[in-house]
């Protein structure tokens, strides 16, 4: 099961997913909100309960119980979260540049409803000029040759269908779940292997050191050397590599 970042889709697979299918089945779905799935206008559908009730709501769809779970960025988290209230599902969980620690917002604008409206515009703003887009999406490169106008074009339009304004009022409405239900690593109770791009701008690599060391030695690290947060896109082979490793050996 492989699951995607905020402001991404499955389109981040579109190289790693073949070579992990090589040699097992792979799945992978669009989040509310993102790619290819659609914007519910209710809210609970972009809380972390809601994704995880769509994902495997998916997986029963398809006969899937129980899988191996590859979750990058905010999807690590999610992963998480499941792992931890439903381990029934997850055989083993691989977390690529997770966002171990959800810093979501300042408490103003995750209680303030007419705050988040006000930044709305800003947003259309970036999503609306390329250049604005280039900008904000880069610094999760370190690669910056992967991200071809081609690239940026197909997740900026992914972002720009109908649904976009409910699909950040329910993000916004779900920071105070993220804020206030935290899931700790230390909590997952079966294999977990952590793979960090060294370059890594968005989560560095010394904090997320930091966030495992409460894990005691059970959570193995694994750092790509020529990466940054975007390691499915950047080093789609490297990470095929110990994502196999670690579920043929596990």
Known sequence: ???????????????????????????AIDLNGFGLTERPEASDAYSLAGQAAMVCGVLDELGIREADWVGHSY??????????????RVRRLVLVSPALRMEVAPDSFIRSRVLREAVYPGLRLILDDKRRFRALLEPAYHRKEVLTDDVLETYRQQLRIEGLHDAYRGFGASLDDLSRDRVEIAEIDMPVRVIAGRHDAII????????????KGRVELRVLESSGHSAPEEQPEALAVEISDFLDRR
Do not use: C, N, W
């Open 204 to 215: 560095p690599l010394q904090a997320l050191k930091t966030s495992l060391a409460e894990s």
């Open 1 to 27: 099961m492989l699951l995607h970042g905020l402001g991404t889709s499955t389109f981040t697979f579109r190289e790693l997913g073949p070579i992990l299918g090589k040699t097992r089945k792979v799945v």
């Open 75 to 88: 999807s690590g988290y999610l992963s998480m979260r499941i792992a931890r209230d439903s381990p029934e």
